[in-house]
């Protein structure tokens, strides 16, 4: 059966390979088993439930829920009327919450829980327009989702076949509002056909089968693991939503999936532990250890590195990486990261000890895959993102930017016909926003984010994360911003990895018993991040290296307004948050 909107997943999955667990939760210590008929069935319900509140094609429906298996019922319920789906990050803030229901003119919310409720009750006290909001967990004064499925129930399935067959393959599905690191968040508009495609076009790089299973953690929120869901439901893969982010470890061990989509800094996470516990080994062990790291980092997908190498690495891997897999389950095939640039030595590593991470690099306005490494090793180039998908058109500015084309690319911003005709120029060709450029004629490498250049005084120009990216190598950095516009040199604000830096103290006689504050002032751990510094800067020209630096005692987050949902630094938020602390950096210089 021809998927063409996304709740004909569903009858497509019912069709081709039905799952007794097409998803499943941990519910009370146990792992509860949905199966396909089981979530078609509850669909229907939401979407039953939603007419009979009155809501019709074209109403904007929000859905704000880390991930479990009542955001796919009401996903694919919202849709099968030809209603449009908001999700919301639940990390923003009631503000955010208030504009987005304002400019979507959502008339209806599902929460997950009691928190969320709270906020969403706040940021609609004055919005009369948001006419229904619905838990998924129970919650004292608040209408339980279950109280929609009953009226669900009291319907008629047979009346939703003339609602499904009039929503067109163009149709909207989804509104998704991206927050970017200026002004307020834009309503990126995807029809069923720009997801849809992006899933088809990426099918033949994503090793799947109706017999794996997949771990979900990354928000549905986002375009890459909504799109991913649909690529895995279609190929009836089984998915398992883990509990939390803290114990993704014990899920890992215990659901043994095939695949699961992540971010560069929970692998940078995995990789920190695991050599750390290799720091606490002693003797043979840990010489064995760090031999076998060694010959991760020297690791290419692109080159046969001959007879020893390859002898010494299967050897490696029968005594040091095969602990390194089973750590992650056992049975993974492949990982794939998105949403920022995966460090090199990271991919050289996990690939050496069989496990391939697959980077992927896309847009919330291209649905979101533009290119993507292959599973294959000659499909794969570390430190690119890979060859283009599917049907892609891409092509590279004068200026460095990537700009693309495909059936993929958004019909435009929600309300804002002006920005979307300044993105998607005349000739359809969608501006990124990022520069880049092709290696050997086939692998895209991003090299910098346009907006976020800027040039120093003496008319150099500087790429922030391609800086900030090779100073997070070191595991004693958590987060860093480079800045420097207009200024004689770069300088960078540095935030320490607290765990890792008070490990440094105890190995090196610094006495760590103090606050973060007092412990970021105390000159050998400041000598010690400027040695570091140093030590990165030989990777880069003279006008491109830090000349200074200052440490910060406190995380930037989503909560304090200084990161985006997706873990993107706010730049001008930072730089203003902390300009007396910057100003100081370059008046120190012009008073030497």
Same mark, same amino acid.
């Given at each position: 059966?021809?998927?063409?909107?996304?709740?004909?997943?569903?009858?497509? @999955?019912?069709?081709?390979?039905?799952?007794?667990?097409?998803?499943?939760?941990?519910?009370?210590?146990?792992?509860?088993?949905?199966?396909?008929?089981?979530?078609?069935?509850?669909?229907?319900?939401?979407?039953?439930?939603?007419?009979?509140?009155?809501?019709?094609?074209?109403?904007?429906?929000?859905?704000?829920?880390?991930?479990?298996?009542?955001?796919?019922?009401?996903?694919?319920?919202?849709?099968?009327?030809?209603?449009?789906?908001?999700?919301?990050?639940?990390?923003?803030?009631?503000?955010?919450?208030?504009?987005?229901?304002?400019?979507?003119?959502?008339?209806?919310?599902?929460?997950?829980?009691?928190?969320?409720?709270?906020?969403?009750?706040?940021?609609?006290?004055?919005?009369?327009?948001?006419?229904? %909001?619905?838990?998924?967990?129970?919650?004292?004064?608040?209408?339980?989702?279950?109280?929609?499925?009953?009226?669900?129930?009291?319907?008629? %399935?047979?009346?939703?076949?003339?609602?499904?067959?009039?929503? @067109?393959?163009?149709?909207?599905?989804?509104?998704?509002?991206?927050?970017?690191?200026?002004?307020?968040?834009?309503?990126?508009?995807?029809?069923?056909?720009?997801?849809?495609?992006?899933?088809?076009?990426?099918?033949?790089?994503?090793?799947?089968?109706?017999?794996?299973?997949?771990?979900?953690?990354?928000?549905?929120?986002?375009?890459? #693991?909504? /799109?991913?869901?649909?690529?895995?439901?279609?190929?009836?893969?089984?998915?398992?939503?883990?509990?939390?982010?803290?114990?993704?470890?014990?899920?890992?061990?215990?659901?043994?999936? #095939?695949?699961?989509?992540?971010?560069?800094?929970?692998? #940078?996470?995995?990789?920190?532990?695991?050599?750390?516990?290799?720091?606490?080994?002693?003797?043979?062990?840990?010489?064995?250890?760090?031999?076998?790291?060694?010959?991760?980092?020297?690791?290419?997908? @692109?080159?046969?590195?001959?007879?020893?190498?390859?002898?010494?690495?299967?050897?490696?891997?029968?005594?040091?990486?095969?602990?390194?897999?089973?750590?992650?389950?056992?049975?993974?095939?492949?990982?794939?990261?998105?949403?920022?640039?995966?460090?090199?030595?990271?991919?050289?590593?996990?690939?050496?000890?069989?496990?391939?991470?697959?980077?992927?690099?896309?847009?919330?306005?291209?649905?979101?895959?533009?290119?993507?490494?292959?599973?294959?090793?000659?499909?794969?180039?570390?430190?690119? %993102?890979?060859?283009?998908?599917?049907? /892609?058109?891409?092509?590279?500015?004068?200026?460095?930017?990537?700009?693309?084309?495909?059936?993929?690319?958004?019909?435009?911003?929600?309300?804002?016909?002006?920005?979307?005709?300044?993105?998607?120029?005349?000739?359809?060709?969608?501006?990124?926003?990022?520069?880049? #450029?092709?290696?050997?004629?086939?692998?895209?490498?991003?090299?910098?984010?346009?907006?976020?250049?800027?040039?120093?005084?003496?008319?150099?120009?500087?790429?922030?994360?391609?800086?900030?990216?090779?100073?997070?190598?070191?595991?004693?950095?958590?987060?860093? /911003?480079?800045?420097?516009?207009?200024?004689?040199?770069?300088?960078?604000?540095?935030?320490?990895?607290?765990?890792?830096?008070?490990?440094?103290?105890?190995?090196?006689?610094?006495?760590?018993?103090?606050?973060?504050?007092?412990?970021?002032?105390?000159?050998?751990?400041?000598?010690?991040?400027?040695?570091? %510094?140093?030590?990165?800067?030989?990777?880069?020209?003279?006008?491109?290296?830090?000349?200074?630096?200052?440490?910060?005692?406190?995380?930037?987050?989503?909560?304090?307004?200084?990161?985006?949902?997706?873990?993107?630094?706010?730049?001008?938020?930072?730089?203003?948050?902390?300009?007396?602390?910057?100003?100081?950096?370059?008046?120190?210089?012009?008073?030497?």
């Amino acid at each position: 059966m021809e998927v063409r909107r996304s709740f004909d997943i569903l009858s497509h @999955q019912l069709a081709t390979a039905p799952k007794a667990d097409s998803l499943a939760a941990k519910i009370d210590g146990t792992w509860q088993k949905i199966s396909t008929q089981q979530v078609i069935d509850h669909a229907n319900q939401v979407s039953l439930g939603l007419l009979q509140l009155g809501l019709k094609k074209d109403d904007k429906v929000a859905i704000i829920s880390m991930n479990r298996p009542e955001w796919m019922f009401a996903d694919f319920g919202i849709s099968q009327i030809g209603a449009t789906s908001v999700p919301m990050y639940p990390s923003i803030t009631v503000e955010d919450y208030k504009y987005i229901f304002t400019d979507a003119g959502v008339k209806a919310v599902f929460v997950a829980d009691e928190k969320l409720y709270a906020k969403v009750k706040e940021a609609t006290a004055d919005l009369p327009e948001v006419k229904h %909001v619905f838990t998924f967990d129970k919650v004292a004064g608040a209408r339980h989702f279950s109280e929609l499925l009953e009226m669900g129930k009291k319907g008629d %399935v047979a009346t939703l076949e003339p609602l499904k067959a009039a929503v @067109q393959p163009d149709d909207l599905l989804t509104l998704i509002y991206t927050s970017g690191t200026t002004g307020n968040p834009k309503g990126v508009m995807l029809t069923h056909d720009n997801i849809l495609s992006n899933c088809r076009n990426s099918q033949r790089f994503v090793p799947v089968t109706k017999d794996d299973k997949a771990l979900s953690f990354l928000p549905l929120c986002h375009i890459f #693991e909504r /799109m991913v869901t649909y690529l895995y439901m279609i190929n009836s893969v089984s998915i398992y939503y883990a509990e939390s982010m803290e114990v993704i470890a014990d899920n890992l061990r215990e659901v043994k999936p #095939e695949i699961f989509t992540t971010v560069p800094r929970l692998l #940078e996470k995995v990789y920190d532990k695991i050599v750390a516990k290799g720091h606490e080994l002693e003797g043979v062990k840990k010489n064995l250890f760090f031999w076998a790291l060694d010959l991760g980092l020297k690791y290419d997908t @692109q080159k046969d590195q001959g007879f020893f190498y390859n002898t010494q690495l299967a050897l490696a891997n029968k005594l040091i990486f095969n602990k390194w897999r089973e750590a992650l389950g056992g049975n993974l095939k492949c990982i794939v990261s998105g949403g920022g640039a995966l460090q090199p030595r990271l991919a050289r590593v996990f690939w050496s000890a069989g496990i391939r991470v697959m980077e992927g690099y896309g847009l919330t306005e291209t649905s979101p895959v533009i290119a993507v490494g292959g599973f294959e090793p000659e499909n794969n180039m570390i430190g690119t %993102v890979g060859p283009l998908i599917d049907n /892609m058109e891409v092509k590279i500015a004068p200026d460095g930017e990537i700009l693309t084309k495909s059936a993929s690319v958004m019909k435009g911003y929600y309300n804002k016909p002006e920005l979307t005709a300044k993105e998607i120029d005349a000739d359809g060709w969608f501006h990124t926003g990022d520069i880049g #450029e092709f290696v050997n004629g086939k692998f895209l490498k991003i090299t910098d984010r346009k907006k976020e250049m800027f040039k120093t005084s003496g008319g150099k120009y500087i790429a922030p994360q391609v800086i900030e990216g090779k100073l997070k190598e070191s595991p004693l950095v958590e987060q860093c /911003m480079v800045v420097g516009a207009d200024q004689k040199f770069p300088a960078a604000l540095v935030i320490p990895s607290f765990d890792d830096l008070k490990g440094w103290c105890k190995r090196n006689g610094v006495d760590c018993n103090c606050s973060n504050a007092e412990l970021v002032k105390n000159e050998k751990v400041v000598q010690m991040y400027e040695d570091l %510094v140093k030590k990165y800067n030989q990777n880069f020209a003279q006008w491109e290296q830090v000349k200074k630096i200052v440490l910060l005692p406190n995380q930037w987050t989503v909560e304090t307004g200084e990161m985006t949902p997706t873990m993107k630094v706010k730049r001008k938020i930072i730089t203003e948050n902390n300009k007396d602390l910057i100003e100081s950096l370059y008046n120190q210089e012009a008073h030497r």
